[in-house]
């Protein structure tokens, strides 16, 4: 199956796995272009601003998990609130493999997380490209003990799953990220793989 995710570049900037990508040659030019959509959207940056920008990303960096099939940072320019999201689509094996856990024919059991500090609330999320699949809300903690919003989804297609989780950078802000990530989730595709490529912004193999 080929997957193909569309999404506003106004609120997600792509993590990559690797340099070189066809947009980035290394991993300063990609910082570089996270400082440039920023001062297109809210003018020049000073030094520390800049600096700020960096960390940032560097902090994607490190929350990047390369058995995602994409992540994206949350970084709607005047909002400064951030997050990061992450695409798993393959196979049940696959997904199982990316999630490091095993997982379930049940959406609702595979939606949920273990680490949840009280129980989710599941409800169903439909979109067009995948039909009725799941949305958990869920109350992590991070190292910190700081508590953090969070969203699962998940969607089966045949054998295939389509497992979306995103994390806010703080309690509050999950609600502002909300409708970003279900419009985000809305632009995933997943599609056969002789089927006629339809353009996108990031295109993919689900195994």
């Keep these: 199956m080929r997957y193909a995710i569309s999404y506003d570049r106004g609120a997600w900037y792509p993590v990559p796995t690797g340099f070189p990508t066809a947009e980035w040659a290394d991993v300063a030019e990609w910082r570089e272009g996270l400082i440039a959509d920023f001062e297109e959207d809210t003018g020049s940056l000073d030094d520390d601003a800049r600096d700020a920008v960096r960390e940032l990303a560097d902090t994607a960096r490190a929350a990047h998990n390369p058995r995602a ?35 379930t024919e049940s959406l609702d059991e595979l939606v949920r997380d273990d680490a949840a500090e009280i129980p989710p609330v599941v409800v169903p999320f439909e979109t067009a490209e995948l ?58 595709r997943l599609e056969p793989d002789d089927a006629v490529p339809v353009p996108a912004q990031h295109e993919g193999i689900a195994s």
Aim: net charge negative; proline share 3%.
């Design 131 to 188: 039909g009725e699949g799941r949305r958990a809300a869920i109350v992590l903690a991070d190292e910190d003990g700081r508590a953090e919003g969070a969203f699962n989804y998940v969607f089966r297609r045949d054998d295939h799953l389509v497992f979306v989780t995103a994390v806010a950078d703080r309690i509050g802000a999950g609600a502002i990220m909300l409708p970003f990530v279900d419009e985000l989730v809305r632009g995933i």
């Design 69 to 103: 099939s994409e992540v994206l940072l949350f970084c709607p320019r005047r909002l400064l609130e951030f997050g990061i999201a992450s695409v798993y689509c393959g196979t049940f094996e696959d997904v199982a493999a990316m999630l490091g856990r095993p997982v």
